[in-house]
């Protein structure tokens, strides 16, 4: 069993920043790929990006340049930096490690 938390999201303003951060614990691997899906109203729930214990990381072309992904091997923490941020960017954001989902942090963007 891996338990996921969220935090960071919140409101802001059309071009501005917020910082994600999602904490894992349980039942961990080292090699565990983290990443990052977001769920805007209506739509279905899309690939962010993700990143591999090494540090690779892949990215949706929606979010390239503008989103950094990270992680804390140490802490079991993904990070993510969202900067120049869209009111498309609205969403419900999830962590996933394996197969297991966290509870969601809601990002918020006002044009």
């Known amino acids: 069993q891996v338990h996921l938390v969220e935090s960071g999201g919140g409101l802001v303003q059309s071009g501005g920043s917020l910082r994600l951060s999602c904490a894992a614990s349980?039942?961990?691997?080292?090699?565990?790929?983290m990443g990052w899906y977001r769920q805007a109203p209506g739509k279905q729930r899309e690939f962010v990006a993700t990143?591999?214990?090494?540090?690779?990381?892949t990215y949706a072309n929606s979010v390239k340049g503008r989103f950094t992904i990270s992680r804390d091997n140490a802490k079991n923490t993904v990070y993510l930096q969202m900067n120049s941020l869209k009111p498309e960017d609205t969403a419900v954001y999830y962590c996933?490690?394996?197969?297991?989902w966290g509870q969601g942090t809601q990002v918020t963007v006002s044009s």
């Open positions: 349980g039942s961990l691997y080292s090699i565990d790929i």
């Open positions: 990143i591999t214990s090494g540090g690779s990381t």
């Open positions: 996933l490690r394996r197969n297991y």
